[in-house]
């Protein structure tokens, strides 16, 4: 990440001036840098790209996927968490779309 050192001076004679100085930070560009993608986990039997890490099996090959590709346990516990509170509130808006349109 790169930064740069602002400098903010008050003139105190004149109150409506405001100077700002930007120092350079040496050695250091201010353009963007594109990203570079991530490859994707690909399945240890058939080389296919592994869309979910919460299915312990290939959904190709149907081959077991090692632990380093699935979620951990406290990822898998909130990854469920997540998916059983958007269906309640699927359900309550199911029910309140009920009510509204009878």
Not at 3 to 17: C, E
Not at 39 to 63: M, T
Request: hydrophobic share 35%.
């Amino acid at each position: 990440m790169s930064a740069a050192q602002m400098d903010i001076g008050w003139d105190l004679q004149d109150i409506d001036t405001l100077s700002i100085r930007l120092s350079p930070v040496p050695d250091q560009t201010f353009a963007r840098r594109p990203l570079t993608a991530a490859k994707p986990a690909r399945c240890p039997e058939c080389r296919s790209v592994i869309y979910s890490r919460r299915h312990r099996l290939c959904g190709v090959c149907n081959q077991p996927l090692p632990d380093h590709l699935l979620f951990s346990v406290v990822e898998a516990r909130r990854v469920e968490d997540l998916l059983r509170a958007e269906r309640n509130r699927h359900r309550q808006w199911m029910d309140q779309r009920r009510f509204t349109c009878d």
